[in-house]
């Protein structure tokens, strides 16, 4: 039986990829502003390297806050 089949369908689709992108997106500021814009620090909180971070961040269109505190 195809359970989708027996839920109401919502009134507006959902879009996967944004809210995954929204809820990455909210995840990396956080752990920015945690860590104080420090990318290294912000990848060990968030379980992840620097490098990957900085990919997603790019992925996402965040930029980098050099020199500033988040």
Same mark, same amino acid.
């Given at each position: 039986?195809? &359970? /989708? $089949? !027996?839920? #109401? *369908? *919502?009134?507006? *689709?959902?879009?996967?990829?944004? $809210?995954? @992108?929204?809820? =990455? #997106? !909210?995840?990396?500021? =956080? $752990?920015?502003?945690? /860590?104080? @814009?420090?990318?290294?620090?912000? $990848? &060990?909180?968030?379980?992840?390297? &620097? #490098?990957?971070? &900085?990919? #997603?961040?790019?992925?996402?269109?965040?930029? *980098?806050?050099?020199?500033?505190?988040?």
């Amino acid at each position: 039986m195809n &359970r /989708c $089949a !027996s839920v #109401r *369908p *919502p009134e507006t *689709p959902i879009n996967l990829e944004k $809210a995954v @992108g929204d809820f =990455e #997106r !909210s995840l990396i500021h =956080e $752990a920015l502003e945690k /860590c104080n @814009g420090v990318h290294t620090q912000a $990848a &060990r909180h968030l379980g992840t390297t &620097r #490098r990957i971070l &900085r990919y #997603r961040m790019d992925k996402l269109g965040i930029e *980098p806050q050099y020199g500033k505190n988040v």
